[in-house]
Every structure is written in structure tokens, then in C-alpha cells.
């Protein structure tokens, strides 16, 4: 090839077959995203295309290693000055976004990799996608997922090409989906391996084949009469999954859709209004708070090297067989030991589902499979890198088990537990090297909950922190490092509020009223249905121990229950009934006063145990106490966690109806209520 021109950003080159081909290779950055420079220089890039008559096609490619564009740089959404600086923004972007439309040559986005939010317009705006036919190929429209929508004419040239109601749900849930399924869908045009993707590519270049359309049925659901049923019916759906109030980004996707269509230049206009406003809104800032904790638990120890081949997990329960199927699906291979062949079956049959559901191909299911090896004489201990104890919560046999296997480990292999709360100095008080203890806590169920709790003991050495840490990102896991306390982070502040809840179901509040205000605050679930769904046996054995070391009162109630064999879900009762696993509807029961005053209390108790966290350093500062809260929880992520929160609505104003909260039920404040030492620091 031979270079054409010189730019920051880009590269515009041609080869022997008259193709240019502009590569993108944002400078100083390991990841191509879209800023203003980026955009500004891409328009004199396109210009200079314009005016070509020499060449025959136009291939755009990434020239970094990893991925083809992330989307627009999100360090940005923090310097728009106004609503108008951002609307003028996103028009400028459309502009340029045309100027692909409307070359005379053809152009191609050749896709390697993931394809985000405004690369995904980018490649929109190509007359042609082709795509690697590759597992970290991902593409879609997420932009919903920080409190935005597409504003590059996204939410108007994917439906134009697939129809509403595929385009729409991709939009409207901010799913990412892979190349083949893209293809499938019929928004890239060939999903290929790496050795055709180049030959693909050159082939819509020269060859320019007719371009992909909507289908007559497709197309329809695009007219105007066909847009007002369809939106009232998806916004219908929509709001099962997300509160307009909280969520409002996905909902105006769907307002401007229904409007003004997808044709002409006011649906750009409207596209580039409301996703400037959005900009601007609470819930956007908060998730793109979000989205920076997230950064920053994936680049912690990020300079430690350390990879891991072979994971040893001991206790195939649950919890520990879920473990292990996670670390195999991750590449690694995994050996699982426990005392008899019947109890490591169920996690070998969960395993393959796991991988039917994530892998598809038959033969990377198997591949898995091959990496996940039975192991009851535990001969795998020997040979690991990492060994992962993952039984019964018990402290005498977490400490015989770590004396037995300590000597039979590699000197430098890690050794985990991943207890839920008993303190790592108990158990590690065996062991002839105690700093060679960690905790790496995993939370149920383990493919979905993206949070890792790594847990550093008094004596735990922090060069295997860092491995730890280290480990956790190589399964694709967010570390977040806690002090080893009862409950460490999560439950601790868990746990407060789930028996906060129970004393209310107590006090004669009905549960489906609790968990409806706190579904109305944002929680994903209701308190007193995951306190069922997590068993009330586990719950009253967490809060009998955490009530050892902290003030908790444990709800007669649910002693009660437990002592009846109501345990909930798993029992077929507890504080609901439950028919085949899914919850029997039942009478709400009522209550006379606003659902605030049910979510402002159990919130208020969540908080105070966040700061008395805080204030025992259990995490190192409040964005990892929000992140270990929203990524461990799922505490509503548009409120940006319960520190944010408390700052948002001042912390002392909240911290004054804490104390008269306590006041009007005769609790008196104790050393964890003092949030005033945290009022300037938090």
C-alpha cells in the first residue's frame, strides 16, 4: 500500500486494486473512541475522499490490535457547556456520518472486533459491514446503558435497515450482540474468520453488490401507521423492565421513533435534540459514574503479571461447582474436587447448560467441558496456580482443610477462600504461612454477578493481594479489595438492609408493600423476595454470626420461620409461596402512608452501615464502597450508590431523619450511627 496522506488520527492509503483504505489509530490510546478531533479530522478525511476519482471503493478499518471502534470517548460527556454545545455536537456528527452515506465510491466498514455505540453509527452509515466471525466481536448500540441514546443517526439507520422491531429492542435494552448474529439480523453483511476478512471486504469495495435492505414486511412496521401500535406495545413492555422516571433515555428512543419516523431531516433533528438534553440529566451523570467505577475496578493491579493456568476449587456445591464452570469457560483449565463423584455431577450438568447458553458452537462447548476435570483424590492441589476452598461456612473445617492442603501447594500458588464473612485471621491461625491467605468472594450466581470480593486478612502478604486481583480480571471479574471484617463489604451492608425489612414485615408492613416501594426507589428486586430467594435458613445463619460483632437485631419472625421449615423459595414458602420455582401473586395487603416512608427507612439503615464502613476502612474510600454496592447489589445504578445518594440529598439532612427515625422506635444511636465524622469526608 502506499500512504496517501498524513493525519493525527487517521491513515488514508491505496492499494494495488485502486481501494483506500482509512485506517483509524486514535494517537496515544490503546482503544479507538471518538472525540472532537477525531470527529473534525474524519470530516477532512472524507472530504479529500469526496472529491477522489481515481479510486474505486473505500474500505475504513481499525489499526489497533484490539476492536474497531469502543464508541464516542465518554471522558467527553463531563465538558459540554451546555445542552446547545452538545446538540451542535451531535449534529456535526450526522454531517459527517452523511458525508459516508453519500460518497460516490463504496464504502466498507471492516469490523475486527467490538463495534460500540458511535463506531456502530459509523460502520451504520458504511454501505457495507463485514465482520470477524470471532468471540470478542460484539457490536450494538449501548449508549442507553449511560443515560443516553444514539445521537449519530443510530436510532434511525438501524431500523431503516432491519425494521422497528429488531433494531428497536437492540436500542432499547443496549444488548451487544456478535458478528454472526449481526449478519443473521442482517445489519453486517458477512460475518467471515480472520484469514477472508480482508478478501471479504475487497470484494463489497470492488464488486458493490446490491446493498442490504428491509424486507416489505420490515419496511412496513416503519410507516406511520404501523409506528403507533408497535410503540404502544413496546413502551408497554418497556416499562416492566424500567421506570420512565429513572430511566428516561430508552423511552424517548421511542417517543422520537414514533413521531417522526425515519425519513427526512427531522427525525435527525429530534435524534440530536433529546440526546443533548440527556446529556444533562441525573441519571446520565450518575451512570456514567458508573460506568468510571467499573474502570477503575478493571485497572486495578493491571501491571502485575501474573496468569494463571490451572485453578484448583475444592467444594462443588453451588457456589464452588459454578466457580469452577466460570474459570473453564474463561480458558483456564480447572480441576474440582469433592468427596464423592455424586456431588461434583450436578456442577458438570450446570457447567454444560452455562456453556450452551454462552458458547453455542458444539465444539468450543466441548472444548470447555475438556477444561473442567473431576477430581475427587484432589490431585489437582499440587499442579494449581490458584486454589479456590469453596465449602460449608465453617470455621473448624475451613482451617483443618487449609492446614492439610497448604504443604501440598506450589510455593508460590495462591490460596483462597471464599467465605462469605468469617474472618480471614481466624482461619489462616493454622497455617504455618498465614500471609499466604486471601479471600476471593464470589457472589450467587456467579455468571452473572460481576463482582469479586478480594479480601486481605492482617497478615496477608499484598504481593498476593495483587495476584489475586489480577486473577479476578483474567475470569473476567471486578475485583473490589476489602479489609477482612465479619460480613466484609457487601453482606455487612447487606444484611442491614435485608433484616431492616424482615422487622417491618414484623411490624405488620406487608412484604409486597416493602418490596414494591423499594422497586419503586430503583432496587432491582424487592428486600423481603430476595431474603426469599436466598433462603431464610442463610439469612438467619449470616445474621446469628454478624450479630456477634454488630448491633443487629435478628427478627423473631424470622427465627419462626426458619424453625417451620418456611425457608422461601427453595421450601415453597417463606414469606411468599412459590409454584415451580416462580412466586404465587398475592393479595398486596395495604398500607396508609406514602411507599417513600418505607424506602427512606430501609435506605437510611443501609446507609448507616455504609458509613460506618467507611469509617472501619473495610474499603479504601466511598467510590469503591458505591461500586462494591451497585456491581455486588445492584443498588439502582441511576442513583450512582448510596454514598452518592447521600450526597445528592445531603448527607446531613439524611443523617437527621436516621436519628429520628431510631428516636420514634426507642433505638438508641450507637458508635455505627456516627455519620458526622463522615459528613466532610465522604
Not at 301 to 310: G, L, Y
Not at 633 to 643: C, D, E, L, Q, S
Amino acid at each position: 500500500m502506499s500512504r496517501m496522506q498524513n493525519y493525527k488520527h487517521w491513515r488514508l492509503e491505496s492499494d494495488q486494486d485502486k481501494i483506500l483504505w482509512l485506517f483509524f489509530d486514535k494517537h496515544n490510546s490503546s482503544v479507538n473512541s471518538i472525540d472532537r478531533e477525531v470527529m473534525e479530522e474524519l470530516s477532512d478525511v472524507l472530504d479529500t475522499i469526496a472529491n477522489d476519482t481515481e479510486h474505486k471503493g473505500l474500505i475504513i478499518a481499525s489499526a489497533k490490535k484490539n476492536g474497531f471502534i469502543a464508541g464516542a470517548d465518554i471522558a467527553q460527556f463531563n465538558q459540554f457547556k451546555d445542552i446547545d454545545d452538545a446538540v451542535a455536537l451531535l449534529r456535526q456528527g450526522q454531517m459527517i456520518f452523511d458525508k459516508i452515506e453519500n460518497l460516490k465510491i463504496s464504502s466498507v466498514a471492516m469490523i475486527n472486533g467490538f463495534c460500540l455505540g458511535g463506531g456502530m453509527e459509523l460502520a451504520l452509515a458504511c454501505h457495507y459491514r463485514v465482520a470477524l466471525d470471532d468471540a470478542k466481536t460484539r457490536l450494538g448500540l449501548p449508549e442507553v446503558k449511560l443515560g443516553i441514546h444514539p445521537g449519530w443517526g443510530g436510532t434511525i439507520r438501524l431500523p431503516r435497515l432491519i425494521g422497528a422491531p429488531q433494531a428497536l429492542n437492540l436500542i432499547l435494552s443496549g444488548h451487544t450482540i456478535s458478528g454472526k448474529a449481526a449478519a443473521k439480523l442482517g445489519f453486517v453483511d458477512a460475518a467471515v474468520p480472520s484469514r477472508h476478512l480482508i478478501r471479504a471486504a475487497k470484494f463489497y469495495a470492488l464488486e458493490h453488490p446490491a446493498r442490504h435492505k428491509a424486507s416489505f414486511l420490515q419496511n412496513m412496521t416503519n410507516g406511520k401507521l404501523i409506528r403507533l401500535p408497535l410503540a404502544s406495545f413496546m413502551r408497554k413492555k418497556l416499562r416492566e423492565k424500567a421506570n420512565p422516571l429513572h430511566y428516561p433515555a430508552p423511552f424517548q428512543v421511542l417517543d422520537n421513533w414514533e413521531r417522526f419516523g425515519i425519513e427526512g431531516k427531522a427525525c435527525m433533528d429530534q435524534e440530536a435534540k433529546t440526546c443533548g438534553k440527556l446529556f444533562f440529566s441525573e441519571t446520565s451523570a450518575n451512570l456514567v459514574r458508573v460506568f468510571f467505577l467499573q474502570e477503575r475496578l478493571k485497572g486495578l493491579a493491571k501491571e502485575v503479571k501474573f496468569s494463571p493456568q490451572h485453578i484448583h476449587v475444592i467444594g462443588a456445591g453451588a457456589m464452588g461447582g459454578d466457580i469452577a464452570a466460570w474459570c473453564a469457560l474463561q480458558g483456564m483449565q480447572v480441576t474440582l474436587q469433592d468427596r464423592d463423584a455424586k456431588f461434583i455431577a450436578p456442577a458438570i450438568k450446570r457447567a454444560y447448560k452455562l456453556y450452551q447458553e454462552k458458547l453455542k458452537e458444539p465444539y468450543l462447548i466441548q472444548a470447555a467441558m475438556d477444561r473442567l476435570t473431576p477430581d475427587i483424590a484432589g490431585n489437582g492441589v499440587a499442579r494449581a496456580d490458584v486454589i479456590i476452598e469453596a465449602i460449608f461456612e465453617n470455621l473448624n473445617a475451613k482451617q483443618a482443610l487449609f492446614k492439610e492442603i497448604e504443604s501440598k501447594a506450589k510455593p508460590d500458588a495462591i490460596l483462597a477462600t471464599n467465605t462469605s464473612g468469617i474472618p480471614l485471621d481466624d482461619i489462616n491461625s493454622v497455617m504455618h504461612q498465614p500471609e499466604r491467605l486471601v479471600g476471593i468472594h464470589f457472589f450467587n450466581p456467579v455468571a452473572k454477578m460481576l463482582l469479586v470480593e478480594v479480601v486481605k486478612g492482617q497478615l496477608t502478604d499484598k504481593t498476593v493481594i495483587d495476584k489475586a486481583i489480577a486473577f479476578t480480571r483474567k475470569i473476567d471479574r471486578l475485583p473490589l479489595p476489602v479489609k477482612s471484617t465479619p460480613g466484609f463489604l457487601v453482606n455487612r451492608v447487606l444484611m442491614a438492609y435485608l433484616l431492616e425489612s424482615l422487622a417491618m414485615c414484623e411490624e405488620g408492613i406487608p412484604p409486597a408493600v416493602i418490596d414494591k416501594a423499594m422497586l419503586d426507589f430503583g432496587m432491582p428486586m424487592g428486600p423481603v423476595t430476595l431474603a426469599d430467594f436466598v433462603g431464610l435458613d442463610i439469612c438467619l445463619a449470616v445474621s446469628n454470626y454478624l450479630s456477634q460483632f454488630l448491633h443487629c437485631k435478628i427478627p423473631t419472625r424470622l427465627e419462626e420461620m426458619v424453625k417451620a421449615g418456611k425457608l422461601g423459595k427453595k421450601s415453597g414458602e417463606g414469606f411468599y409461596k412459590y409454584k415451580a420455582g416462580k412466586q404465587i401473586k398475592s393479595n398486596q395487603g395495604s398500607y396508609d402512608k406514602p411507599l417513600e416512608t418505607i424506602s427512606d427507612r430501609l435506605i437510611l439503615r443501609m446507609l448507616n452501615e455504609a458509613f460506618a464502613c467507611l469509617r472501619e476502612e473495610v474499603v479504601a474510600d466511598a467510590d469503591l464502597l458505591d461500586a462494591g454496592m451497585i456491581f455486588g447489589t445492584g443498588f439502582a445504578p441511576f442513583r450512582g450508590g448510596p454514598i452518592q445518594y447521600a450526597k445528592t440529598k445531603g448527607i446531613a439532612t439524611l443523617y437527621e431523619q436516621y436519628v429520628k427515625q431510631c428516636e420514634q422506635r426507642g433505638e438508641k444511636l450507637d458508635s455505627l450511627s456516627m455519620w458526622e465524622a463522615n459528613t466532610e469526608e465522604a
